[in-house]
């Protein structure tokens, strides 16, 4: 059964925690995206990898990280240095970069601070 | 800078009750129109793309459509089953999407 797993389904950060957020895809897609969606407000694009070792910065990257090291995996880490983290988090996937092709996503990551 | 705006932000419909949701773009070079149905607390489901303008997509009571600055989506005859919230994202020479701010659309009986 081909799709995108991203774990946890919620998350809960301590003030000055990093946390690692996990997305998986089986679908064999070369690019990959995170997204941050806020109430209100439309998804922002965090960081997207077209290839394997290889990505880029989106709008909102500071306070991210990212690595690509398998095609299948594109875990986002949420460091102490994003000031306001609590939001919904989506992982996506998509067959070819260039961006004329659908992305599918993840269910999503809801990451609170406490 | 690449913009999706959608509109209305909320719609209440009775069930049977036609209607459009708009979505205007200013996308460089746009390359696809992509609309998603998102449930709440879930991700978003793709439902149709739509490469250029007079192109008409359909699936089920839904069908979307596009021209050089808009796209709508018709839902004839909702079912309740239908109430989610409906994105529009559009994908450029800048190759990455820009989502609107979406329609939330609830169908009562």
């Known amino acids: 059964d081909g799709g995108i797993t991203q774990s946890p389904k919620y998350l809960f950060r301590k003030e000055g925690q990093n946390v690692t957020l996990s997305c998986e895809q089986n679908?064999?897609?070369?690019?990959m995206y995170w997204y941050r969606q806020d109430p209100g407000q439309g998804l922002r694009l965090i960081y997207y990898?077209?290839?394997?070792?290889?990505?880029q910065k989106g709008d909102i990257a500071e306070g991210y990280s990212v690595s690509r090291e398998k095609k299948e995996s594109f875990p986002l880490t949420v460091t102490s240095a994003q000031k306001n983290p609590t939001a919904f988090y989506l992982c996506a996937s998509s067959s070819r970069s260039g961006g004329n092709t659908e992305a599918f996503f993840g269910q999503g990551t809801r990451l609170t601070v406490v | 800078e690449d913009q999706v705006t959608q509109s209305p932000e909320a719609l209440r419909l009775q069930e049977g009750e036609s209607s459009s949701l708009n979505c205007s773009y200013t996308v460089s070079g746009l390359r696809g129109l992509f609309w998603y149905r998102q449930d709440p607390g879930k991700g978003p489901e793709f439902l149709f793309t739509l490469y250029s303008a007079g192109e008409e997509k359909e699936k089920e009571r839904l069908k979307a459509t596009l021209t050089k600055k808009e796209s709508f989506l018709h839902i004839t005859a909702p079912k309740p089953e239908d109430s989610a919230t409906y994105l529009c994202?559009?994908?450029?020479?800048?190759?990455?999407?820009?989502f609107g701010t979406g329609t939330r659309l609830q169908v009562t009986l």
């Open positions: 990898s077209q290839i394997v070792n290889d990505f």
């Open positions: 994202a559009g994908t450029g020479t800048a190759s990455k999407l820009t």
């Open positions: 679908l064999n897609h070369d690019a």
